[in-house]
């Protein structure tokens, strides 16, 4: 009887909140939160939205990820945002916290593609890195130079300790916090792939994989790696004040900065719009926003910016978010998240 009860207070507490909003009136915008990366992509579709239509432009904060999650799950209701924009799939353990506070129909909406770039100001030379310096420069722990497997404290300060073909400059990364999609997928794409590059590391995935996503995961606080927020802007201000400095960030800031800052060869494949359209540059992943679907029709013009975003002339292949630097998806998956942004399909 009482796992009965549950729903229905919830769906109760649900329909409340719901028709306060409607009673109300009191929020007449779109509100949405999230990922840095995917911020400049929903910025454009928003006064594209707010110019054509008869609604007010949406307002959109740059949170992070993470950040996004836990506002967009904390509830149903004009005080919670309508949709989060994210730099990578959410998490099971977002999900089960959006069900647990009455959010329970999430429709997910992959918008295309995007590279994570290390970049460094044009006024030095372009540089050269593999996936394995990656992960020798910026992990916490790394194998002892000195040889065998034991994992030590990364002793190395310079470009050149890492590989002597690299310069010799001091390592200085300006990057994301843990709050952002960005940082989850660059420990995962480049910094995993760096540590299967190294024997005893590989090894390790296949004896304690908890350990080696550990040791791959965790990146060193001995002020090498310099956490920069969630603004990627800055870092590119940063990097060309500074042009020792390398930046972490999304492929749409470079192509954005291409009179202040250059993209890092990985793995000998430069960060290009065709590279990553390819699949060949090897640092690269999905974007997506989440919505509400309580809010999609309560909140005015919901509807009508989802169709914007999902629209040909927004994500497609000539749409003025691949002018933005963003990279479309093929026209299979585009037509398969518009008919689930059409029919508003949940997550199951």
């Known amino acids: 009887m009482i796992k009965k009860l549950i729903p229905l207070t919830a769906a109760v507490a649900l329909l409340a909140s719901l028709g306060s909003v409607q009673a109300q009136s009191s929020r007449d915008y779109i509100s949405i939160v999230g990922s840095s990366t ?19 432009t949406p307002k959109i904060e740059s949170t992070g990820s993470g950040g996004g ?65 990656i992960f020798l420069a910026l992990a916490k ?4 130079p000195k040889g065998g497997k034991t994992l030590v404290p990364n002793p190395y300060k310079t470009w050149k300790d890492v590989n002597p073909d690299l310069p010799d400059r001091k390592i200085e990364v300006l990057g994301p916090p843990p709050t952002s999609g960005t940082r989850d997928a660059f420990v995962e794409l480049a910094m995993e792939g760096g ?29 090498h790696y310099v956490e920069a927020g ?3 802007n800055l870092i590119v201000q940063k990097l060309d004040a500074n042009p020792d400095a390398v930046g972490i960030f999304g492929f749409s800031f470079l192509d954005q900065n291409t009179d202040k800052v250059q993209g890092a060869f990985v793995d000998s494949v430069q960060p290009t719009f065709e590279g990553i359209a390819e699949g060949k540059y090897p640092i690269s992943r999905p974007l997506f926003f989440y919505v509400k679907k309580a809010h999609a029709d309560v909140i005015p013009g919901m509807r009508e910016y989802l169709s914007e975003f999902t629209s040909e002339k927004a994500w497609g292949p000539d749409g003025y978010l ?13 037509k398969k998240f518009a008919e689930n942004v059409k029919n508003l399909t949940p997550i199951q």
Request: charged share 30%; proline share 4%.
């Open 195 to 223: 540590g299967q590059m190294i024997d005893s590391i590989k090894a390790m995935k296949k004896e304690d994989e908890k350990r080696f996503t550990a040791v791959c995961h965790t990146i060193r606080e001995d002020g």
């Open 141 to 144: 722990e790394v194998p002892d």
């Open 322 to 334: 691949t002018d933005k630097g963003m990279i479309p998806m093929p026209e299979k998956e585009r």
């Open 38 to 56: 995917v911020y400049p992509f929903a910025t454009v579709v928003a006064e594209q939205f707010g110019k054509s239509t008869a609604n007010k």
């Open 230 to 232: 969630e603004n990627d």
């Open 69 to 133: 999650f836990k506002l967009f799950c904390a509830g149903v209701g004009v005080e919670h945002p309508d949709i989060t924009n994210s730099s990578r799939a959410i998490k099971s353990s977002e999900i089960e916290t959006c069900k647990t506070n009455g959010v329970a129909e999430i429709v997910e909406v992959k918008i295309g593609y995007d590279g994570i770039v290390l970049a460094n100001s044009k006024k030095t030379d372009v540089m050269q890195l593999t996936l394995k310096d």
